[in-house]
């Protein structure tokens, strides 16, 4: 048995060594970097389509709007559901713009404590939650969220409803462009979700369900701020 282990083993390490030795990691990284920097890079126009195609793709909800209309928009939206209770962070300009626009059987609450302390609260009693996400990728409708102070992961994954504010400005058009664009390599964040669509799984008989493992809902409030860089 050993015997035969041995032979194994020694074929293995036969092959290996003969076997072309792999490019180094500079090397690939120039090759990744020319693939990219040969591809025409998109119109802003093109991308901010090409986000909204792909949310809905999804299964995400699409609020487009001007940067001066977005609250009452949303606002108006809100007033027709039975959302009573939004999670977001209080302080912030987006969700204050928001406040002002809300009706008042809708409340904003802010998350201003450990989530020990009111745990059973936020998973029963809060309707959704409202972040400012970092930015997008358009070629396939991901929104790239920072966890920070002011904007916790818990409220993009913990709410029934994930409410998303993005700006057109934000968006790149693959992955490579956002690492690239906002400086990964040289300052990672230390926590980023990466969000496609609301929460889903077909773990269970393949049978797709939303809301398994986060929201099963997501709207994002995509904000058209390019002017005139959309001609």
């Not at 690939?28 to 591809?39: G, S």
């Not at 802003?44 to 389509?49: D, G, K």
């Not at 300009?93 to 009111?118: R, T, V």
């Not at 745990?119 to 409202?130: I, N, P, S, T, Y």
Request: net charge neutral; hydrophobic share 45%; glycine share 4%.
């Amino acid at each position: 048995m050993s015997a035969a282990r041995e032979l194994i083993l020694q074929r293995l390490r036969t092959a290996a060594q003969q076997s072309a030795p792999a490019a180094p990691v500079a090397q690939l990284d120039v090759r990744i970097q020319q693939h990219f920097q040969a591809k025409k890079r998109p119109a802003a126009a093109y991308l901010l389509s090409e986000m909204k195609k792909q949310l809905e793709l999804l299964h995400a909800e699409v609020l487009c709007c001007k940067d001066a209309d977005w609250p009452a928009q949303l606002a108006q939206k809100l007033s027709d559901t039975t959302i009573r209770r939004i999670l977001t962070h209080t302080a912030h300009p987006a969700s204050q713009a928001l406040q002002a626009c809300l009706p008042k059987q809708i409340a904003l609450l802010n998350f201003d404590q450990p989530i020990e302390h009111w745990k059973q609260a936020l998973f029963e009693q809060v309707d959704a939650g409202f972040t400012v996400v970092r930015s997008a990728i358009a070629s396939t409708g991901t929104l790239i969220v920072a966890a920070a102070p002011d904007m916790p992961r818990t409220m993009s994954l913990v709410p029934p409803l994930h409410i998303a504010l993005l700006y057109a400005s934000q968006l790149h058009a693959d992955l490579y462009t956002a690492c690239q664009a906002e400086g990964w390599a040289q300052g990672m964040p230390s926590n980023l979700v990466m969000i496609s669509g609301p929460s889903k799984t077909s773990d269970i008989q393949q049978t797709l369900a939303y809301g398994a493992h986060g929201p099963r809902a997501l709207w994002v409030v995509l904000i058209d701020d390019l002017g005139d860089k959309l001609a």
